[in-house]
Every structure is written in structure tokens, then in C-alpha cells.
């Protein structure tokens, strides 16, 4: 079975410093990985995906995701978060053409 | 160009009240979803429509129904809410399914059945 487990329900980062979301995924074979954010009260937008081209995925807002397959990580980083970055971030991992499983988000807290 | 839209925005419901929730995408986007998203849980497909004509089950379909009703309507109805139904209900819709699944979301409905 294909799950996704985002390893921190919570992260809070200072302003100027690097962002760490952590995402592991389960999948019988090579997968399709995206990153979506959303916003206080907004619908969900795109950041990047991963479909077995490059291991390093460089999305908008200056985001980047690097695709491990020996540690079954789609980890997203970016190396200064700045207070517009504050949303709410998913990993998702396709399963058929139709079916996505979503984690369960990590909420991205920025300190001034 | 206004993407994907859903009505309304927030909705209070007694149990046992119906209700169907709007969404039109304006993209000439072939397919079309329903997930709701519940604190800790991530989102979860409710039906989806392929195309034009075709609906499907998601993951979580029990105690809705969908209609497909054109290529740019997709809507959503809860016959007998429950409040077990109170969540945030997002309409996606999507055009190449297999070179690229990305969805476009609308700005959901938020809906609490007391």
C-alpha cells in the first residue's frame, strides 16, 4: 500500500533562516511526489512535483525538493524562509491517475 | 479567467438538512474532484469525474452524491447531513491525467452541521 507520513505536524523557523519539511513516502514503485501549500483561508497551489526526471525539484517562492529513493524522502527545504512563506504544506503522492494521497500537512510557523 | 470556483463559502446545517455545494472551473479542464480535508488528516477524495458523463467513487464517498453537469460544473450534494460531514470541502479540477495530475483548487466551502 502507498501512504505519505509528514514527519512534523509543526515546524517554526525565524525569519532569514533555512525551512525543513520532512516527507517519507510508501510506494511498490517509482513515484510521482508533489508539494502543495496553502494559505490561512485559501485554496491549495501547486509548489513543485517530482515525476522521475531530475532528483532535485526546484519549485515557485524559491522552494526545492530533492527525491531520495534509498530513504524513501521528498524532503522540502528552502534556504530563508521569509513571513510570506507562514501556510500550511503538503506532500502528496500519486497513486493512479486519479488518486492522490495527501499527508496529513505540516503547519510552517515564521518568527520575525 | 477566474480558475476554479465553488459556492458558497460557508454553510451551517441542522442534521438530517440537505444541501449541494457548487463548483465550476472555467480552464476547459476535462476532470474534475471533491476532497475534504479534515485537521490532521490531509485531504481525501470524495468522487471524481474523469470527463464529461463519467463519475466515480473516491476514497470517502458514503452519504454524498455528485452530478457532472456540463464540462464546467461539477457539484456536490449531501442528501441527509450528518456531523460527521463538517469539514472543508475543496473542488479540484485537472486536464492531463497521465503527463501531468496536477490540480487546481478552488477556495472551498466550509461547512458545519450541527
Known amino acids: 500500500a502507498q501512504s505519505v507520513t509528514q514527519l512534523d505536524s509543526h515546524v517554526s523557523v525565524s525569519e532569514g533562516t533555512p525551512v525543513l519539511l520532512r516527507c517519507n513516502y510508501s510506494s511498490s514503485y517509482s513515484p510521482s511526489l508533489f508539494w502543495y501549500v496553502q494559505h490561512p483561508n485559501k485554496g491549495l497551489q501547486l509548489l513543485l512535483k517530482y515525476t522521475s526526471a531530475a532528483t532535485l525539484v526546484k519549485g515557485i517562492n524559491g522552494f526545492e525538493a530533492e527525491f531520495k529513493k534509498s530513504e524513501t524522502s521528498f524532503h522540502l527545504t528552502k534556504p530563508s524562509a521569509h513571513m510570506s512563506d507562514a501556510a500550511e504544506y503538503f506532500c502528496v503522492v500519486r497513486v493512479s491517475n486519479y488518486q492522490l494521497i495527501w499527508g496529513a500537512g505540516t503547519k510552517l510557523i515564521i518568527k520575525p | 479567467n477566474a480558475g476554479v470556483t465553488q459556492t458558497p463559502k460557508f454553510q451551517v446545517l441542522k442534521t438530517g438538512q440537505s444541501m449541494t455545494l457548487q463548483c465550476a472551473q472555467d480552464?476547459?479542464?476535462?476532470?474534475m474532484y471533491w476532497y475534504r480535508q479534515d485537521p490532521g488528516m490531509g485531504l481525501r477524495l470524495i468522487y471524481y469525474?474523469?470527463?464529461?458523463?463519467?463519475?466515480d467513487k473516491g476514497e470517502v464517498p458514503n452519504g454524498y452524491n455528485v452530478s457532472r453537469l456540463n464540462k464546467r460544473e461539477f457539484s456536490l450534494r449531501l442528501e441527509s447531513a450528518a456531523p460527521s460531514q463538517t469539514s472543508v470541502y475543496f473542488c479540484?479540477?485537472?486536464?492531463?491525467?497521465?503527463?501531468?495530475?496536477?490540480?487546481?483548487f478552488g477556495p472551498g466551502t466550509r461547512l458545519t452541521v450541527l
Open positions: 479540484a479540477s485537472s486536464e492531463a491525467l497521465q503527463e501531468d495530475p496536477r490540480r487546481i
Open positions: 469525474s474523469a470527463s464529461e458523463g463519467t463519475t
Open positions: 480552464m476547459n479542464h476535462n476532470s
